[in-house]
């Protein structure tokens, strides 16, 4: 039976994630405190992995009870409160880059990167099983740090089982993990990120090409081709409906698809 394996929270958007046993849904349809935080520079655009590879060598804890972050790279580590240090955090991260950033906060939907399918994301533990025997040297743990996925499904046998949660263009895939009801929008187009180790930045060559070649040979029958334009695509963004906000999901709760399960 499919399950619930990893929550994974990402409280400041680009940083490390943190794994927790339960996440309720916000009113913007997101998981609490997931991408809660953003840095900005001075243009209000984000200071994320995509634009500046360096932020792969910062490591980070949190605490979401106590509200706090410990943030380290190789010129030393501080403590902050995430709520009353903000100026503190913006001081650290402008240093860090070398420009002035500033710490943006969205407590109701975060920064999600789909602004059409704001909800989690989903993955399959058999899915990053699969790609990491793409890739010499690298594991299933490096590929979940690499793909960054919200929700990650246990139980299943295939590689790829998540890409039944996605149909048509425009089509909502219906499916429920214990008693939150999500919709299936499409399979998520990545972007450079993957290509970098997670902790040092360091890139794989021919990443991108050796990735879309293999997940195009191993696309599963149960997937809708039309939506692979391309297929540097990995895991399925989802909207949350409004009837499902304050509901909780657990590590542990089981997934069903089927319309009379739902």
């Not at 580590?77 to 950033?101: Q, Y």
């Not at 890739?135 to 996925?149: K, P, T, V």
């Not at 293999?214 to 009837?243: C, D, G, I, Q």
Request: contains cysteine; glycine residues 6%; negative net charge.
């Amino acid at each position: 039976m499919p399950f619930l394996a990893r929550i994974l929270i990402y409280p400041i958007k680009s940083l490390d994630g943190i794994s927790v046993e339960r996440a309720t849904v916000t009113a913007g349809g997101t998981l609490e405190h997931d991408r809660e935080f953003a840095l900005v520079d001075s243009s209000w655009k984000f200071v994320n992995a995509k634009r500046f590879p360096d932020i792969h060598r910062i490591r980070s804890q949190f605490n979401l009870t106590e509200r706090t972050a410990l943030l380290q790279h190789s010129g030393g580590s501080a403590h902050f409160h995430l709520d009353t240090d903000k100026s503190k955090l913006e001081a650290w991260f402008s240093d860090f880059f070398g420009i002035a950033v500033k710490l943006s906060q969205n407590t109701v939907q975060g920064f999600p990167d789909d602004l059409t399918a704001t909800g989690p994301t989903v993955t399959s533990s058999a899915t990053l099983s699969e790609i990491a025997t793409w890739f010499d040297g690298l594991s299933e743990q490096d590929m979940r740090l690499r793909f960054r996925a919200n929700l990650e499904i246990g139980g299943v046998d295939d590689a790829f089982w998540e890409d039944r949660l996605f149909g048509l263009e425009n089509d909502l895939m219906p499916f429920r993990i214990g008693d939150v009801r999500l919709y299936g929008v499409n399979p998520c187009q990545r972007c450079v990120v993957p290509t970098r180790d997670a902790l040092t930045g360091d890139t794989i060559s021919g990443f991108q090409k050796h990735f879309s070649e293999k997940r195009r040979a191993t696309l599963p029958m149960w997937a809708e081709p039309s939506r692979f334009n391309h297929f540097y695509k990995l895991s399925v963004n989802t909207l949350v409906p409004a009837s499902e906000v304050g509901k909780t999901l657990r590590v542990g709760d089981e997934v069903f698809i089927s319309p009379i399960e739902l």
